[in-house]
């Protein structure tokens, strides 16, 4: 495996997880990373990304002010923080690696995808 997603979990609308993703060396470093996510019955969307050392960020529209990306390269872990969440923030997110040195990613320039962990907020 390359990329191992893990966090996700069952909360209230208003609560907060913390996604982890691991990578290998190959998938890690000095790669720009990101999130993806996919509700039921749609398709999979970008929700974040980072640069080689978290100190860019990119954010969906969606997800601005609530959720937080960040990386730490000695543990080759990449994490998002989800905050204040909502009912549709629900679905499978996939963390990624681009092959494509940009902060703008998209689902063509991704080679690597950990394997989604699903995350169900209630109302």
């Known amino acids: 495996v390359q990329l191992q997603a893990s966090g996700g979990g069952l909360v209230q609308a208003g609560g907060s997880l913390r996604l982890s993703c691991a990578g290998s060396?190959?998938?890690?470093?000095?790669?720009?990373m990101g999130w993806f996510r996919q509700a039921p019955g749609k398709g999979r969307e970008f929700v974040a990304s980072?640069?080689?050392?978290?100190?860019?960020?990119r954010y969906a529209d969606s997800v601005k002010g609530r959720f937080a990306i960040s990386r730490d390269n000695a543990k080759n872990t990449l994490y998002l923080q989800l905050n204040s969440l909502k009912p549709e923030d629900t679905g499978v997110y996939y963390c990624?690696?681009?092959?494509?040195?940009?902060?703008?990613?998209?689902?063509?320039?991704?080679?690597?995808w950990g394997q989604g962990t699903q995350v169900t907020v209630s109302s």
């Open positions: 060396g190959r998938t890690f470093i000095n790669r720009f």
């Open positions: 980072t640069g080689f050392n978290g100190g860019s960020a």
């Open positions: 990624a690696a681009s092959k494509v040195y940009t902060i703008d990613l998209s689902m063509a320039s991704i080679d690597y």
